[in-house]
């Protein structure tokens, strides 16, 4: 007699993988989070409408459909293409010196051993200093009658007014610009330069490397990760920047220094072409995310965002 003894039934497998949980800082930090989307989406929402309509102040906000019509017009606006071509000169310059100057001052203050600090938090007080603070003493020190800049450059010949030519009057905006974020990026490639290990700079003395050498073949590539960091920064914040221009020429002498910032406010606040204004703002928050997307994507190849 056979006796037959059946298996255990199997049990069910259960799905052992831990549920993700939002945890208490993740309550803690919910509330907020929601205040700053609802912060950020209601304005974004409220001006795609207004870029598609007519707005009326009188007797409340009333919003007047009228399709495309501020679209069509911003393409056959010529003024609005040459004050773009004016604020990628501005980015262009502005954003170059910095990086440039940054880089060479991290450079030298890297190489000091003595009264480094000191000589840092002197270099990094114009960051501090609020922009529209730097525009009223760039135009107290180029005015015409008793500016100490146009003194100077009164020794060496020119006689004109700095904030009254065109020309003179950019390259003005661009150095109070310049003189005020370039210890930004000198701070961030200076913490760069402090990262980078010492075994590296010695194995490349030791090979034979001079100095230039070991710039460009060991420091550069090892703070390139930083030096794209800092680029990302400052590119976000001229590509949109208003202060200084505002409070020193407001756009002139005959839109010399007339960016598209300075176009948005005074379409929006001197005009009253809401509708319009707000077209131009939805075109340079779409730049501002494209080339924070580019930034990011090289950064990305780099494996530094991970």
């Known amino acids: 007699m056979t006796t037959t003894i059946d298996a255990p039934a199997e049990a069910p497998v259960r799905n052992t993988k ?28 409220t001006i795609i409408a207004m870029s598609f309509s007519r707005v009326h102040l009188l007797g409340g906000v009333v919003f007047d459909n009228v399709g495309l019509t501020y679209w069509a017009r911003l393409f056959g606006d010529l003024d609005l293409w040459v004050q773009w071509l004016r604020t ?39 960051m501090f200093v609020a922009p529209v603070i730097v525009g009223l003493l760039g135009r107290f020190l180029t005015d015409s009658t008793f500016g100490l800049y146009t003194w100077l450059l009164g020794l060496v010949g020119y006689h004109g ?24 990026i000198t701070l961030v490639v200076l913490a760069g330069l402090t990262a980078v290990p010492q075994s590296i700079r010695e194995a ?4 034979g490397a001079n100095g230039w050498q070991s710039f460009r073949h060991v ?24 202060d200084i221009i505002s409070v020193t020429t407001n756009g002139g002498p005959a839109d010399a220094t007339k960016t598209v910032p300075i176009r ?10 809401l509708g319009y204004a707000a077209v131009i703002g939805l075109v340079m928050l779409v730049v501002t995310i494209l080339i924070a997307r580019a930034f990011v994507r090289v950064l990305d190849r780099k494996g530094l965002t991970r």
């Open 88 to 126: 990628i000169a501005f980015f262009v310059l502005t954003v170059g010196l910095e990086m440039v100057l940054g880089l060479g001052f991290a450079l030298c203050l890297w190489k000091l051993v003595r009264a480094r600090n000191l000589l840092l938090t002197l270099f990094l007080l114009p």
């Open 264 to 273: 948005l406010y005074e379409t929006a606040f001197r005009f009253f072409d």
């Open 219 to 242: 420091l550069l590539p090892s703070i390139s990760g930083v030096l794209l960091v800092a680029l990302l920064i400052r590119s976000m914040d001229a590509i949109r920047y208003f």
């Open 18 to 45: 831990p549920r993700k949980r939002i945890g208490f800082h993740g309550l803690m930090l919910t509330p907020g989070m929601i205040l700053l989307a609802l912060l950020s989406v209601i304005p974004l929402v």
């Open 161 to 184: 007014d700095i904030l009254g030519g065109g020309t003179s009057a950019f390259l003005a905006v661009v150095a109070m610009d310049v003189w005020e974020w370039t210890p930004l």
């Open 204 to 207: 490349a003395a030791l090979d």
